[in-house]
């Protein structure tokens, strides 16, 4: 073994996003794959913002320090653990996130439209942005999207609705590859390229003929950037 691998996902899917990094980093590392609140039966809680959902992997992770992969909200909360615990940290992996989501305003909207009318109501555009046309394993995306419990998707999505570290990013200290998807609408490239230029030393790799899952969609590549860098 050469250290922990700490995987964490996109808001609304399930650790199970992981299993092509899990069967490829298995051998090497222990990897531990943490589930969001309310996602992949995992217990709604009170977390409701970065901090919270950060200080919460920290506390499930039984290893002194460990290597962190992020993508979507998963990074973001790999950031936030890069801020207030480097000396956890060996390596951090940013994919497909951003240091801000978006308007505000939009964070809060889809927390009112899941609480309101379930996750029915977002799972055909969410899986627009997570494919491209080409990806054929959507229905079990679709089922694992709407496996997530409502509240605790809403709760993710007011810790997005506030997270902006644009301007203490500069702060991290250590290695981080930063992956980019070429077709991503969630987290366009254009997010990955700022995280690149103003995390000191981070490396920038970009992804073809992907979009926001990009470590499901394109496996192959993703591993190769990951293995190499870990």
Known sequence: M????????????????????????????????????????APVEE????????????????????SFVGLSLGGAIGMQIALDAPERLDRLVLACTSARFGPRESWEERAG??????????VDVILE???????????RYREMFLSTDPEGYARCCEAI???????????????????????????PPDHQLL??????GARLQTIPDAR???????????????VSFL
């Open 161 to 187: 609705r506030d997270w902006d570290v644009r301007d203490e990013i500069g702060a991290i200290r250590r290695p981080t590859l930063v992956l980019s998807a070429d077709d991503d609408p969630s987290a």
């Open 212 to 226: 926001h899952l990009a470590n499901v969609e394109r496996p192959d590549l993703f591993n190769a950037a990951l």
């Open 47 to 66: 977390a409701r913002a970065m901090p919270d959902l950060a200080q919460r992997v920290l506390d499930r992770v039984s290893a002194e320090r460990f």
């Open 2 to 41: 050469t250290g922990t691998v700490v995987l964490s996902g996109s808001l609304g899917s399930t650790s199970e996003m992981w299993d092509a990094q899990i069967e490829r980093l298995r051998g090497g590392f222990e990897v531990v794959a943490v589930e969001h609140p309310g996602h992949g039966g």
């Open 195 to 200: 995280l690149a230029a103003v995390i000191p």
């Open 129 to 139: 942005r997570w494919f491209t046309p080409s990806f054929r394993d959507v229905r």
């Open 113 to 122: 439209i899941v609480r309101a009318n379930g996750l029915e109501a977002l």
